[in-house]
């Protein structure tokens, strides 16, 4: 009980801030009427209860069922064998993730129906599925991931001249949305592993990037489907903002649809659990139970965590954007996002995740914090750009992405091996639950208030922002490190010279 302990502590030093600061605006700068601050409170709760859960069921139920499905996996040693289970394996939990659930209502919404929900989830999860497989194939062959990201970003340029900026944007967010609250922690386990199994002297690079490649597999999956249906301009209206009535009534309203979407996250995980524990695993009934019991965990957390975000947290990032873009000064709003920005990374669940997988794997050579502090100023910069692109027509999205990525990937050749893993990891973690929905709330409703600004280009555009910067904020910090580690003597690992 004390790692449940411990799992709540963390997460309530994360998502007070960020309240603090909704409740101190609604005094200050932003009146929020009651019902509405009452349900953002309640929110908080729920998310403080629910993430703590979740991060408890994830160590002990999702993280092992992925280790020992990398490890099944690397057994086998066949190409083919690793290739068509990284396929199923990728498309199976993708189709399940909520954050992406939630990017497909939205865009179906803000388009008008013309690309429809089911669609953006079918053409995401080939995506992911077809760079899992090619991800697990590149560790057990040793190739470097510094190469396959640069392949696989000048085919996104490629494809990103053919595109409408619609479609830059709706891919790039579809990116961000995919690595989510569930499917983040499944495949870090499964690159953890194939990566400890395989062995070798890249085994701890090598633990990091399938996060990274994985999210790669929505921009190229989406571009493609612009370019082969000939669908290029998109001109939907978005779906008119209405506030939700009462305190209780929206979370008595989303509990139970979040109830049974929760099973459908979960039952892919739990079924491939027992298919392989009939077939390879074979645990004894201790192991299998705790195991069991982490799926649960991770099931009430999980529930409770949406329910806090859909119900409390969201519709006040859409009055809080849409109320400071209609103040006289409102070139305070890249100030605000900046701070939200900084903020509301330390609640995605998915963060914690990978900080915690990269203390253990580096046996805390790269700390926690530090890989937490870069993410923060990353976001920051990444919400507050959004928001000047927001204010100001001739901003466009590429404008950022376009440098934002190339820089990326010329550090990836500058910096160790595996701050190169750890920072694209870092571009699909940060863009979870909370920024796929208060963060893009926030962002739509600054762009519904500004006359200039179009909700579904600049709306959406802001978890493209999110997933960028980390790639960036991350390397940096990785050539920061390479310079001291040279100083002081000391191999990225900690061995000396």
Do not use: C
Not at 348 to 361: C, F, G, I, S, W
Not at 393 to 422: M, Q, R
């Amino acid at each position: 009980m004390n790692l449940l302990f411990n799992k709540f502590k963390e997460v309530l030093l994360s998502v007070l801030p960020i309240s603090l600061f909704v409740i101190i605006l609604s005094f200050t700068l932003i009146p929020i009427e009651a019902e509405v601050l009452v349900r953002f409170i309640i929110g908080a709760i729920l998310i403080i209860i629910g993430l703590g859960i979740f991060l408890f069921g994830v160590d002990i139920g999702i993280s092992p069922i992925g280790n020992l499905m990398g490890e099944t996996i690397a057994k086998s040693n066949k190409v083919n064998i690793v290739g068509i289970l990284g396929l199923v394996l990728g498309l199976l939990i993708t189709i399940a993730e909520p954050d992406l659930q939630i990017l497909a209502n939205q865009v179906n919404d803000a388009t008008g129906g013309i690309i429809p929900a089911y669609s953006i989830i079918i053409v995401v999860s080939i995506g992911v599925g077809a760079m899992v497989s090619i991800g697990l194939i590149r560790i057990l062959f040793e190739k470097p991931l510094n190469r396959v990201f640069t392949i696989l970003y000048f085919i996104i340029f490629i494809l990103g001249l053919q595109v409408s900026e619609e479609f830059l944007a709706i891919s790039v967010d579809a990116s961000g949305a995919t690595t989510g609250a569930m499917t983040t922690p499944f495949i870090l386990a499964l690159a953890l592993g194939v990566a400890q199994l395989k062995g070798g002297k890249t085994s701890e690079e090598d633990s990091f990037g399938l996060v990274g490649i994985a999210s790669t597999g929505p921009i190229i999956a989406v571009m493609m489907m612009s370019i082969l249906s000939g669908v290029a301009d998109i001109q939907g209206e978005a779906e008119t903002f209405v506030l939700h009535a009462g305190i209780l009534g929206p979370y008595l309203e989303e509990f139970p649809k979040l109830m049974r979407e929760s099973v459908i996250t979960l039952l892919p995980i739990l079924l491939l659990f027992l298919i392989f524990n009939a077939v390879k695993f074979k645990l004894n009934r201790k192991n299998m139970n705790k195991i069991l019991k982490g799926l649960l965990y991770t099931y009430l957390g999980l529930v409770l965590f949406l329910v806090g975000v859909n119900a409390g947290f969201m519709e006040v990032g859409r009055v809080i954007g849409y109320g400071i873009a209609s103040l006289e000064f409102n070139w305070i709003l890249p100030i605000v996002g900046f701070l939200l920005g900084m903020m509301v990374v330390l609640a995605e669940p998915a963060v914690y995740v990978l900080t915690e997988q990269v203390e253990d794997v580096t046996s805390g050579h790269i700390r926690k914090k530090i890989i937490l502090g870069a993410l923060s100023i990353g976001i920051a910069f990444a919400v507050s750009m959004s928001m000047l692109r927001i204010m100001i027509p001739e901003l466009k999205l590429w404008h950022f992405l376009l440098p934002g990525f190339a820089i990326a990937i010329l550090l990836s050749y500058k910096i160790p091996p595996i701050f190169v893993g750890i920072a694209f990891d870092s571009g699909g973690v940060a863009s979870g639950p909370m920024t796929a929905t208060f963060i893009l709330a926030f962002a739509q409703g600054a762009a519904e208030a500004i006359p200039t600004a179009n909700v579904l280009i600049d709306g959406f555009g802001v978890i493209a922002m999110v997933a960028m910067t980390p790639l960036v904020a991350i390397q940096i910090l990785g050539f920061i490190f390479k310079i001291k580690a040279e100083k002081g003597g000391i191999h990225i690992n900690g061995s000396s010279k």
